[in-house]
Each structure stands twice: as structure tokens, then as C-alpha cells.
């Protein structure tokens, strides 16, 4: 069992930066696919940012140059620098893993919710114009 607690969320103008995190817990390999999700307001969930169990990181063609992943093994968290935020990048980010072994990070960035085994409870982020 996996708990993860995102935080980080807030609002910020246009052109602002925001870094979340993800710390999970209850799980004694750090050794899998993680990634961050957002929900749009009325738009399906959709991975932004993922990392496979290899260490590998794909973005969102959106976000591509602007954010950036990172994961600190030591402190089971998981990380998402956001620079030159625009208005759509609002909405709720969440912070997903899966144990399944070899997960690429495509496979993660690609899931639904039904494709990654635990989720967090979100986190805010709000753009304004």
C-alpha cells in the first residue's frame, strides 16, 4: 500500500513558477513509475510529467520546456517545477504511482485512473491572466 500527499498547489499570475511535491509513503522500494496528472476544469484527467521504473522522464507535448520532474529517492518525493505557468495550466494536480514492474514513463504518462495503482488527493493550482 501507497499513500501519497501532494502539496504545493497556491495561486499565481501568469508567467509565475510553482514546484509540487509528492511524498509517498508505505512502500519500502522507491523503485517505480510515478507521475503527475492534471485535471482541467470539465476536461478529463491527463498525465503532464512521468518517470519509469527506469529512471526515464516524458512530459506532455503542453508542458515541454516549462516543467520539469524530478524524483529524491532518499525522500520518497517526487517533484514538479512548474516556470512560465499560463492560464490553462489550471487546475487540480494529482500525484500518481504503480507498482507494476518495467512501467515506462509513457505507459504512466498515458494512463487513466484506472491505469496506475494509487493516487493522492490533488493539489490546486490556480493561473490567473
Known amino acids: 500500500q501507497v499513500q501519497l500527499a501532494e502539496s504545493g498547489g497556491g495561486s499565481v499570475q501568469a508567467g509565475g513558477s510553482l514546484t509540487l511535491s509528492c511524498v509517498a509513503s508505505?512502500?519500502?522500494?522507491?523503485?517505480?513509475?510515478m507521475g503527475w496528472f492534471l485535471q482541467a476544469p470539465g476536461k478529463e484527467r491527463e498525465g503532464v510529467a512521468a518517470?519509469?521504473?527506469?529512471?526515464?522522464?516524458r512530459y506532455a507535448d503542453s508542458v515541454k520546456g516549462r516543467f520539469t520532474l524530478s524524483k529524491d529517492n532518499t525522500k520518497n518525493t517526487l517533484y514538479l517545477q512548474m516556470n512560465s505557468l499560463k492560464p490553462e495550466d489550471t487546475g487540480m494536480y494529482y500525484c500518481?504511482?504503480?507498482?507494476?514492474?518495467?512501467?515506462?514513463?509513457?505507459?504512466?504518462?498515458?494512463?487513466?485512473?484506472?491505469?496506475?495503482?494509487?493516487w493522492g488527493k490533488g493539489t490546486l493550482v490556480f493561473i490567473s491572466s
Open positions: 518517470i519509469g521504473t527506469d529512471g526515464t522522464v
Open positions: 500518481a504511482a504503480d507498482l507494476a514492474f518495467g512501467m515506462s514513463a509513457e505507459e504512466a504518462l498515458g494512463a487513466n485512473y484506472f491505469g496506475m495503482d494509487y
Open positions: 508505505g512502500y519500502t522500494d522507491s523503485n517505480y513509475a
